[in-house]
């Protein structure tokens, strides 16, 4: 199974930053397409961003457009959420998934994939107040 590890969550007021990093456990992230999802209490799980190694296009949801920022690091075993400017509508619990559909086809295209990822772990919560 894919092993990840979010992380970096925390408490931030509005118009703050925060940098989330999802880790890849025995492997790297190469070939693959990585998302980051996020949830809160008694609402579905939105997609929020995604990272495609094919060509290394990314995909952002209209509500973090121009806000957040996803990466990798060059070894590809961490992929990151750079949040900024961050809004109370941001709070949730922030989770990442992995596919290697990653090396077939771009971010946007790899969503509906990294959707369905069944091994979502507790995420990391973000909390951030007015």
């Known amino acids: 199974d894919v092993q990840l590890q979010a992380s970096g969550g925390g408490l931030v007021q509005a118009g703050g930053s925060l940098r989330l990093s999802c880790a890849a456990s025995?492997?790297?992230?190469?070939?693959?397409?990585v998302g980051w999802f996020r949830q809160v209490p008694g609402k579905k799980r939105e997609g929020v961003s995604a990272i495609s190694s094919k060509d290394d296009s990314t995909y952002y949801a209209d509500s973090v457009k121009g806000r957040f920022t996803i990466s990798s690091d060059n070894a590809k075993k961490v992929v990151y959420l750079q949040m900024n400017n961050l809004k109370t509508e941001d709070t949730a619990v922030y989770y990442c998934?992995?596919?290697?559909?990653?090396?077939?086809?771009?971010?946007?295209?790899?969503?509906?994939?990294?959707?369905?990822?069944?091994?979502w772990g507790q995420g990391t919560l973000v909390t951030v107040s007015s």
């Open positions: 998934a992995a596919d290697p559909i990653g090396r077939f086809v771009s971010a946007d295209q790899a969503m509906g994939v990294l959707e369905i990822f069944h091994n």
């Open positions: 025995g492997f790297t992230f190469d070939g693959y397409a």
